[in-house]
């Protein structure tokens, strides 16, 4: 998918800005729903880092952002 859009952005930079986009917002619907369910399961952020290999500030962030703040 990362070739077919370096290729479209040379030959159509407009349509593949338009597919990052949609591609971010998908990606960013997706991590927040991953992250609620992580919440509701009661997941701690310490195991958030362990798994992603962040730190647990960085994971607070993620778990943070998917309660809306």
Same mark, same amino acid.
């Given at each position: *998918?990362?070739?077919?859009? #370096? #290729? #479209? +952005? ?6 593949? &800005? ?19 369910? &992580?919440?509701?399961?009661? *997941? ?15 994971? &607070?962030?993620?778990?943070? #952002? +998917?309660?809306?703040?």
């Amino acid at each position: *998918m990362a070739e077919q859009l #370096t #290729t #479209t +952005a040379a030959d159509a930079p407009l349509a593949a &800005l338009r597919a990052a986009g949609v591609l971010e917002r998908i990606a960013a619907r997706v991590g927040r729903e991953a992250a609620d369910a &992580l919440c509701d399961d009661g *997941m701690s952020a310490d195991a958030v880092a362990t798994g992603l290999g962040i730190t647990r500030s960085q994971a &607070l962030v993620l778990l943070l #952002t +998917a309660q809306g703040g």
